[in-house]
């Protein structure tokens, strides 16, 4: 595989590798080896539904009093500089 990848390793290394290679395939060959067809695939373990709070008006800032404090304003909003090198 080194020498598809264009890679040039010591010998030293290619021997540490493997080693690590053949872990990584023999873990691999575990997973593969387990009965899983009665299992129940799951996004999470914890079979969670919809955790997210519901969206409920509440009072909120300002509007007129935080556009105030903003260095620029302009028709209800932030004036912010230019990016990406747009012209204003």
């Known amino acids: 595989m080194a020498g598809?990848?264009?890679?040039?390793f010591t010998d030293d290394e290619l021997d540490e590798l493997t080693g690590?290679?053949?872990?990584?395939?023999?873990?691999?060959a575990d997973v593969e080896a387990l009965d899983i067809a009665d299992l129940v695939a799951r996004v999470h373990p914890m079979g969670l539904g919809d955790v997210t709070r519901p969206d409920e008006v509440r009072p909120s800032l300002d509007r007129d009093q935080v556009l105030a404090q903003a260095p620029v304003a302009e028709s209800g909003r932030f004036r912010v500089p230019p990016v990406l090198g747009e012209a204003p």
Do not use: K, M, T, W
């Open 4 to 8: 598809l990848a264009r890679l040039r």
């Open 20 to 28: 690590q290679l053949a872990a990584v395939l023999g873990h691999a």
